[in-house]
């Protein structure tokens, strides 16, 4: 199990190499950045003296080695729309994303795992059609329509939430459950099918022919090997919900940090959005990575030779 | 009379199927003695595995099920409620399956596998149930149990894990053990083992065994007596020893001469099989099923009901040409 642990760190830490390399070169894709700063009447002059002054005129390696050095030791650098450093704004801005993206996941995974052993249990029956609706009205759906459906009746008709902002925690209902329908869908499915997978194997049949009641039966026997393929997908689901929340935040007015990646990419504010694509892609490596460890734990045949 | 370890009348299982009902079992009698061995021999399809299923309560909740008699050691299963029946499911019968590989949990200990069921039923405690599960173990021949009941399945080799699958199923000391095709999912030296070792187990510990096969090879190996299935139905019942030397059923007749027998069957000569195929199971059937593929059907075999016919000590065939095919 520990040399299963060690060799997949070390694999999360070639990736967040590349990782870090890759959003490095972002800032170089779309053109010169200092023209990009100097912006669309810059003279060639303030071009030059900003290429001194951030230092882009040094050769692309050095660039790259200081700045995840400065990265490494917390410093992300400076807002060039703000003058402030960027992990200030970004420190200012995560709370709202990593609160939303959290209890939607939660609240998806308290919703969507028990619908789907319940519809796995007897497909076709009225509870299996009736999680199909949900699955298919979720995935149809589109977030920024229901958001704003919700705000309508709820907020506007009902007054019941505030329509926008994240000032009370009241104003996280509506995204909140606006977010975790979205996550819903895929999460039941896989649990869904794989629940139906599990129970028609023999070690169920054989965990029932030795006398265990049914609930222990599901919950020791099947429910474990159901799990291994939702483990997988929820690490992307809470992934993409902490950082592919730029709709919803938009929607509800909520200052998280996928409106500030949007905001940020509208000012050309590089260093911001570098840091932001670097932190949710680091985020993504260690979803993953816990993915795979949480499997191990679960799957005595992942762990290699023990 | 000897004790009936198990006595069925009259079993019918019938499964909805978007074609119509699937009438697999078509009213089966089986009895087997306390401390027999019965083998049921037929065919894929032919119903024996949901005979078997139905002893053990754990035929999928949308079979129909029906008999005269459901009698195992004496009580009524009939009647029994699933909650009841679970209380006898590895106490009083236990169940073998044909792949070990799949019968096991993968993500579960063998120690934890082997001990969960008597650990409910008789209130052991951890280490009761663990010295229980060394014994066991010990008991089907895999060396150095106490250190194994932490591994899992994936550690153990195909032989080993049917071993560790028979002594989960004897953890509860059950009366009645049925193995649904134990060796065909593994190679032919284990095979050997596997039923020595079932063969061995059942004298030892008094065993009633029911054994469920395609192979005609295992029946002759371990068989006190033989049921042959044939479209749902017993087709002929006998001792092993009587089936093999006298059958009597053309059916029988025409599996058995199917059997390539070294140094009598000649090499490149065609093995006689029986013609035609299994008719489908889906509603309602007229007389004898095997009448269309047997060569002394006459008209008088589509009549219902087909006679059972005894033809000797314990010897049963349904077939109303009975008379002829004794000769």
Redesign the interface.
């Known amino acids: 199990m520990l040399s299963f642990i060690s060799k997949r760190l070390l694999v999360a830490l070639l990736v967040c190499l590349t990782v870090s390399a890759l959003s490095f070169g972002l800032m170089f894709v779309s053109g010169d950045p200092a023209i990009a700063i100097a912006g669309a009447g810059g003279r060639a002059e303030d071009a030059e003296a900003i290429r001194v002054a951030y230092g882009f005129d040094r050769p692309l390696i050095v660039q790259y080695l200081d700045w995840i050095g400065s990265a490494l030791t917390g410093n992300l650098g400076q807002s060039i729309y703000f003058n402030v450093p960027v992990t200030e704004i970004i420190g200012n801005r995560v709370g709202v994303t990593l609160t939303l993206g959290f209890i939607s996941f939660l609240v998806a995974l308290v919703i969507a795992v028990p619908l789907g052993v319940a519809a796995a249990l007897r497909p076709n029956g009225w509870l299996d059609r009736f999680a199909l609706v949900i699955a298919v009205s979720g995935q149809a759906i589109p977030s920024f329509w229901l958001g704003l459906m919700a705000i309508v009746v709820f907020g506007v008709w009902y007054g019941w939430v505030p329509i926008s902002g994240a000032d009370t925690w009241q104003g996280y209902i509506l995204p909140v459950i606006v977010l975790s329908y979205y996550a819903i869908p895929e999460l039941m499915r896989i649990t869904r099918s794989g629940m139906i997978d599990v129970l028609a194997?023999?070690?169920v049949?054989?965990?029932?022919?030795?006398?265990?009641?049914?609930h222990?039966v599901i919950s020791?026997?099947a429910l474990?090997?159901a799990v291994l393929p939702l483990v997988s997908l929820a690490a992307v689901q809470l992934g993409q919900l902490l950082s592919g929340s730029i709709v919803i935040e938009s929607v509800f007015a909520l200052n998280g940090l996928g409106r500030l990646a949007w905001e940020s990419l509208l000012r050309s504010d590089l260093p911001v959005v570098q840091a932001i694509i670097l932190i949710l892609s680091l985020l993504y490596v260690v979803l993953t990575t816990l993915a795979d460890i949480l499997n191990a734990v679960?799957?005595?045949?992942l762990r290699g030779n023990s | 009379m000897t004790e009936m370890m198990l006595d069925i009348r009259n079993l019918k299982v019938s499964i909805p199927t978007d074609r119509g009902m699937l009438n697999a079992v078509r009213g089966v009698d089986l009895q087997i003695a306390k401390g027999e061995t019965l083998c049921l021999v037929g065919e894929s399809g032919c119903g024996k595995s949901l005979t078997a299923t139905s002893i053990m309560g754990l035929l999928p909740r949308y079979a129909r099920v029906t008999s005269d008699r459901f009698e195992m050691a004496g009580q009524d299963l009939s009647t029994k409620t699933d909650a009841k029946l679970a209380k006898l499911r590895g106490r009083d019968v236990a169940m073998i399956f044909q792949d070990p590989t799949s019968a096991l949990n993968p993500t579960l200990t063998i120690g934890r596998q082997l001990t969960e069921g008597v650990m409910r039923h008789e209130k052991l405690s951890r280490s009761e149930a663990d010295a229980r599960a060394i014994e066991m173990l010990d008991r089907v021949g895999i060396a150095n149990p106490a250190a194994r009941l932490t591994q899992y399945p994936h550690g153990f080799s195909g032989g080993q894990r049917q071993r560790i699958m028979i002594a989960s199923a004897l953890m509860g000391r059950p009366g009645l053990l049925i193995a649904d095709e134990p060796t065909t999912a593994l190679d032919v030296t284990i095979q050997a083992q596997i039923l020595t070792l079932l063969g061995e187990l059942q004298a030892d510990l008094g065993l009633s065994l029911l054994l469920i096969t395609h192979d005609l090879g295992v029946v002759a190996a371990i068989a006190d007596n033989v049921a042959v299935m044939y479209a749902g139905r017993i087709a002929e019942r006998a001792s092993a020893v009587e089936l093999f030397a006298a059958p009597r059923h053309p059916y029988t007749k025409g599996l058995l001469a199917a059997i390539p027998v070294p140094g009598v069957t000649r090499r490149g000569s065609e093995l006689p099989a029986i013609p035609g195929r299994v008719p489908g199971l889906i509603g309602t059937m007229q007389g004898c099923a095997f009448r269309d593929r047997c060569s002394i059907a006459g008209p008088e075999c589509a009549n219902d009901p087909v006679p059972l016919v005894s033809t000797g000590q314990g010897h049963f065939i349904e077939c109303v040409k009975a008379a002829e095919v004794s000769v």
Do not use: E, F, V
Request: net charge positive; charged share 35%.
């Open positions: 194997t023999d070690y049949r054989a965990a029932r022919a030795k006398g265990l009641p049914m222990l020791r026997h474990r090997n679960l799957d005595p045949r």
